[in-house]
């Protein structure tokens, strides 16, 4: 995702991704999932969730954009996973292990083509000011240009958010990421949304230096 890449299931990427719509839409979605979960393509699941008839949504050459749609899943997802981090919760905490700061690589694939694409992404931890967990930010690279972490936050049980928005290429495209960091694997587990209403999972996601031992 420009991180190329994250969602569901991108290093921060910044994927090719286009939003299926019209005649040619109704064909590549009977091989995603749709928003209730039916429908499946061989060995990887992707969410189409576009709209052609939502009056919000926003073209720009072949890319269609829902951000009303999109920001209320970022929002919607920002309350979940704070809200798993409950004082209890993190009075109970007694994990001593640290998340990793520094660079992760992963893999996805392109819903459109289905190739196979490697990106990097730079992820920095932060200690949350109110005690909570980790603040998320940093930056990432993919075949589709360059990315910045503009806001994102992980438990200390290692549940996590962040959200990516291209800074090169099509400065359009935002991807939200969600999912779960094996702290002591230096490894995440998760899913990529675009501001497409396209997603997909990450094929592959761990710090560089775990990848290559």
């Not at 699941?45 to 899943?73: I, L």
Request: proline share 4%; aromatic share 10%; hydrophobic share 30%.
């Amino acid at each position: 995702l420009a991180f190329g890449m994250l969602f569901g299931p991108g290093s921060a990427c910044c994927l090719p991704l286009m939003c299926c719509c019209g005649a040619a839409g109704a064909a590549g979605a009977a091989a995603t999932v749709n928003a209730s979960g039916s429908g499946s393509s061989p060995g990887n699941h992707y969410v189409n969730q576009c709209d052609d008839g939502n009056p919000n949504y926003r073209t720009e050459g072949n890319n269609n954009y829902n951000n009303d749609k999109f920001q209320n899943r970022v929002q919607q997802t920002r309350r979940e996973v704070e809200n798993m981090g409950t004082t209890a919760y993190q009075q109970n905490n007694n994990s001593t292990v640290q998340p990793f700061s520094g660079q992760y690589t992963t893999s996805f694939v392109d819903p459109e083509s289905g190739t196979h694409h490697n990106a990097s992404i730079s992820i920095f931890f932060t200690p949350d000011p109110h005690g909570n967990g980790y603040r998320i930010n940093g930056q990432g690279s993919d075949i589709d240009g360059n990315t910045i972490i503009e806001d994102g936050f992980a438990n200390y049980d290692g549940n996590a958010w962040w959200i990516e928005k291209n800074i090169s290429g099509d400065l359009s495209l935002q991807v939200l990421s969600r999912g779960k960091f094996n702290f002591d694997k230096h490894a995440f587990e998760g899913t990529w949304l675009a501001n497409t209403m396209l997603g997909g999972p990450y094929l592959s996601f761990a710090a560089a230096a775990a990848a290559t031992t």
